[in-house]
């Protein structure tokens, strides 16, 4: 069993043997931690921030990784602080039916259901499930060094030395850029703002994940609560100033039950972010080292699978395990397993952003048609790709 790694101040260096740091306790890193710790192995996380903040929107933790989490014993904990999504409806901007996903034939084939649920509460579970005093915080990674051992130093100044280092640093990884290949980051101009509101959403919503694509724009909301409702709002980014966009202004060409979930949040609690993916790249791991999550496959966030995908790392990682104790061992045959799908996401995940996004009148018309149309084999080839761990 690996031992953790001590710190020192400044730059004295203590070698110890086989520990295993994993940078960033995003979902990704906790993730890996958490099923590091079931199959026996303890590492250290180290997050660059000086607390775990929740970040004030929802997310969607699809079947596949609630699968993951089912392995992990916390399924039933997530489900509960969350709301079940049976099924996942786009459509159009006054919320007609373009497209349906009835997801109840993966609940009946794997027991678990999609989760809508408050990142805040999920953090929350897996920091309880892991324990605190895995996770060494204020400890921003600033550069790596690959000797013997891997040589970390933090912005702090302190450093540290340690047998394996897993990167869960995100999408802007320090680790992917000082230890890999040059790699680039895609931007598919499009902004996106994200809120949670308190509203008396109609019951029908109340398991569905609904998006509406309109011109150039799109808003999804899905509720995590009886009363909660998490939404998103994205928009082509050229041509508009973001800060300066009232939404409800914005999106008045949508359904009123969108114009009354925008109404119902506060500005200051909607954050607007750029999206970016992480173009492909083929090598996640070397010797020693590997990448998980966003470090390794960013993915822009159309088919909601960027965190799904993080947590199928951590997943792949502690089932080869089973089979091969020494960690280092599982990081090729990890990329060999993980990099298909990962990039069938991220590529897939771009074509369906630009898809929603079109501008031009005919372009939609023939867009819509098409989802309305969209051959129910289709769909579940779709899904059954990426509902399927393996
Ligand atoms: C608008 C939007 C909506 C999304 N919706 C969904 C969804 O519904 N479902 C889904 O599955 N995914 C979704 N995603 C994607 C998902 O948020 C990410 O894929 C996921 O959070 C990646 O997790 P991660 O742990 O790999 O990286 P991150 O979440 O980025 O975590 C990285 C961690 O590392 C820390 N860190 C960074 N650099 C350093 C450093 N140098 N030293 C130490 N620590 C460091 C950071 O502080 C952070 O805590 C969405 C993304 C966006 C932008």
């Given at each position: ?196 509101c308190?509203t ?47 939404l409800v ?10 114009i009354n979930i925008i109404s119902a949040t ?125």
């Open positions: 069993m690996a031992s953790s790694p001590v710190i020192l101040p400044f730059k004295l260096i203590v070698k110890m043997k086989r520990t295993v740091s994993i940078i960033g306790a995003g979902i990704g890193g906790l993730t890996t931690a958490l099923t590091l710790k079931q199959k026996g192995i303890k590492s250290i996380v180290f997050e660059g921030s000086e607390e775990i903040k929740s970040v004030g929107a929802g997310i969607i933790i699809a079947n596949n990784a609630m699968q993951v989490f089912k392995e992990l014993g916390i399924h039933h904990k997530i489900e509960k602080a969350g709301n079940k999504i049976s099924y996942m409806k786009i459509k159009d901007e006054q919320l007609n039916n373009l497209n349906v996903i009835d997801l109840r034939v993966y609940e009946q084939k794997y027991g678990v259901r999609n989760t809508a649920i408050h990142r805040g509460e999920l953090q929350k579970i897996l920091i309880d499930e892991l324990g605190l005093d895995h996770i060494h915080l204020s400890k921003r990674l600033f550069k790596i060094q690959k000797s013997e051992l891997f040589k970390l130093t933090f912005e702090d100044n302190s450093t540290i030395e340690s047998d394996i280092v897993i990167g869960a640093d995100g999408i802007k990884s320090v680790v992917r850029d000082q230890l890999f290949e040059k790699s680039t980051l895609r931007n598919p101009n499009q902004i996106c703002w994200r809120g949670i308190e008396d959403l109609p019951q029908k919503y109340h398991n569905e994940l609904n998006e509406a694509w309109g011109k150039g724009k799109r808003f999804g909301f899905v509720k995590i609560s009886d009363k909660k409702v998490y939404w998103y709002a994205l928009a082509n980014s050229k041509n508009i100033q973001p800060d300066n966009i009232n202004d914005y999106f008045s060409d949508f359904h009123a039950d969108i506060k500005k200051e609690q909607t954050i607007l972010s750029d999206i970016f993916d992480l173009k492909p790249i083929h090598k996640w791991q070397s010797e020693n080292i590997c990448l998980v999550g966003d470090a390794a496959h960013a993915t822009t966030p159309n088919l909601g699978q960027g965190a799904c995908q993080a947590i199928e790392d951590a997943y792949v990682l502690g089932q080869l395990l089973d089979n091969e104790p020494a960690i280092e061992n599982t990081f090729k045959p990890y990329e060999n397993l993980r990099r298909k799908k990962a990039h069938t996401i991220v590529n897939t995940s771009w074509t369906v952003g630009k898809m929603a996004h079109i501008e031009n009148g005919f372009g939609i018309w023939l867009r819509n048609l098409a989802m309305k149309n969209m051959p129910k084999s289709f769909n579940k080839k779709q899904m059954d790709m990426i509902f399927n761990l393996h």
